[in-house]
């Protein structure tokens, strides 16, 4: 299976600046990258793109421009771009989105009163699986949630909410797994259990966890630097990172850093 994205762009209005302009941020540009499967860490500066990625590709945010095309397994293809979302009926997305699993940036679910094992219920249906009690069921032991099952999640600490937010996205066992700053609020648990996942992850469908911490990005199998809202850098980690004394992404991430601002300076 593969994403292909072209020419993808996405921008921000910011609000009004003068009566005729409107600023403009960019979210993404022209971005045009392909990924195969396994686990990609999705890196880059602040207000880089990452996000806006994450969003396009899980058909939460709409592209201005371009068009993203899932090849999934069993041979299916979904095209989410500005005309399919113009169309007004998105029905033919819905097998890709059961496929598909999101983890937002933000964990804490303030307005929700919904109970959370009757959200994961709810999911689970939705992911049309059998036996949707037992899944999520299943899901609150694997994500050691048990003393939450009654709280609504409105009511979980930070450390429940983002496990929770894990728990959810993986409900139907998704084949393309989006991840927002993934161990955000997470306590030791979730941190021990979220690798795990990942591990299990490895080489099995595409996960794409946009992510600060340079040492979570040893476990990705792929690196995807991304600046400016366009894609700098795709590769295997071994291969990018052999190129710095330490092989560490922290040393390769620095090495790109520097070769960026240096460009900006005009190399002085
Ligand atoms: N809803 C929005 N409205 C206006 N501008 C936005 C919005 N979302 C993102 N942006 C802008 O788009 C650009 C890219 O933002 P994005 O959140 O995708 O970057 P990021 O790499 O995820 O940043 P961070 O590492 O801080 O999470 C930034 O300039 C940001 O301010």
């Not at 762009?9 to 979210?27: F, H, M, V």
Request: aromatic share 8%; glycine share 10%; hydrophobic share 35%.
């Amino acid at each position: 299976m593969r994403i292909e994205w072209s020419h993808v762009n996405k921008q921000y209005a910011e609000g009004e600046n003068g009566p005729y302009r409107l600023r403009k941020r960019t979210g993404l540009l022209d971005f045009t990258v392909t990924l195969k499967e396994g686990v990609t860490a999705v890196l880059g500066p602040k207000g880089s793109g990452k996000t806006t990625l994450l969003r396009v590709t899980a058909t939460l945010s709409v592209p201005d421009d371009g068009r993203i095309t899932y090849r999934t397994f069993g041979g299916r293809q979904y095209t989410w771009s500005r005309s399919i979302a113009a169309m007004g009926d998105t029905s033919p997305l819905e097998p890709l989105r059961r496929r598909l699993g999101y983890v937002p940036p933000h964990k804490k679910l303030n307005q929700d009163d919904v109970l959370l094992e009757d959200a994961l219920v709810y999911l689970a249906q939705y992911h049309r699986l059998s036996q949707p009690k037992k899944q999520a069921v299943e899901m609150v032991a694997r994500w050691g949630l048990a003393a939450f099952r009654k709280r609504t999640l409105a009511e979980l600490p930070a450390a429940a909410a983002s496990r929770y937010a894990l728990a959810a996205s993986l409900i139907g066992d998704p084949d393309i797994w989006l991840l927002d700053e993934p161990t955000r609020g997470l306590d030791e648990l979730g941190w021990h259990l979220f690798l795990r996942e990942l591990e299990r992850r490895k080489g099995k469908g595409i996960t794409l966890m946009a992510i600060h911490d340079l040492e979570l990005a040893e476990v990705a199998e792929n690196l995807l630097l991304v600046e400016g809202g366009s894609c700098r850098r795709l590769g295997r980690r071994k291969l990018l990172t052999s190129g710095v004394p330490d092989g560490s992404v922290a040393s390769w991430y620095r090495m790109m850093q520097s070769f960026s601002s240096q460009g900006k300076t005009g190399g002085s």
